[in-house]
């Protein structure tokens, strides 16, 4: 099955405490990104990665790291949480689209993970 | 700062009935548009994708792009109970890699 998916699903951690979020998909897409969502704000991306190797910052990155090692895994770290950083967590992937204007991912929309509830406290 | 506007809602429309979904987009260089379907504590699941000027058709969808208007819509025939849930809308500009969500519209279908 095609799929995206983040572990834990649920995670209650302690303000200053590492902690990493994995995301994996097994669709072999180049495009992968995280975005967090809270209540009144949406979707708002946090880091993005158009292929291995290659990351960028979002709207929101404070505060966050990626790595993107391998095509199929791109995790995300909180090296110090804070309570600001509780909400909920998505991962999504998505197939590069080439087009004669140029090239641009996510073309064919997002495929999202089920989602991590993060609470900092 | 490219935005994609939705109104918040909620949206209540009765069973049957056609449920209409709009979004508004402030850069013109917006080519692609995606509908998310939402289910409360869920992740969103894509719906459908629209590029060119006019209507598509998915089943009970369908979305409807206006590039002249900047204008978005989806609309939700025989609308069900289990519709019930918040509508995202996203835009992507040409040589842009990064999407604009809108912050969803909530949709109730009620019996």
């Known amino acids: 099955e095609a799929q995206v998916t983040q572990n834990p699903r649920y995670l209650i951690t302690v303000t200053g405490k590492k902690l990493t979020v994995t995301c994996s998909q097994n669709?072999?897409?180049?495009?992968m990104s995280w975005y967090r969502q809270d209540p009144g704000l949406g979707l708002r991306q946090i880091y993005y990665?158009?292929?291995?190797?290659?990351?960028d910052k979002g709207d929101v990155p404070e505060g966050y790291k990626v790595s993107r090692k391998e095509k199929r895994n791109f995790p995300l770290i909180l090296e110090s949480p804070s309570p600001n950083q509780t909400s909920l967590y998505f991962c999504?992937?998505?197939?590069?689209?080439?087009?004669?204007?140029?090239?641009?991912?996510?073309?064919?929309?997002?495929?999202f993970g089920s989602g991590t509830r993060l609470t900092v406290v | 700062q490219k935005e994609v506007e939705q109104n918040s809602g909620p949206l209540s429309v009765p069973e049957g009935a056609i449920a209409s979904l709009n979004c508004t987009y402030s850069?013109?260089?917006?080519?692609?548009f995606f509908w998310y379907r939402q289910y409360s504590g869920k992740s969103p699941e894509l719906i459908m994708f629209?590029?060119?000027?006019g209507d598509k058709e998915d089943g009970r969808f369908t979305a409807q792009l206006n590039k002249a208007s900047q204008y978005v819509s989806l609309l939700i025939r025989d609308s069900q109970p289990s519709d019930s849930a918040t509508y995202l809308c996203?835009?992507?500009?040409?040589?842009?890699?990064?999407?604009?969500f809108g912050r969803g519209t909530s949709l109730i279908v009620h019996p």
């Open positions: 850069d013109r260089g917006s080519q692609s």
């Open positions: 629209i590029y060119s000027n």
């Open positions: 996203a835009g992507n500009s040409g040589g842009s890699y990064i999407p604009t």
């Open positions: 999504a992937s998505s197939k590069r689209k080439e087009t004669g204007l140029g090239n641009f991912l996510g073309g064919f929309g997002y495929t």
């Open positions: 990665s158009m292929n291995v190797e290659v990351t």
């Open positions: 669709m072999n897409h180049e495009y």
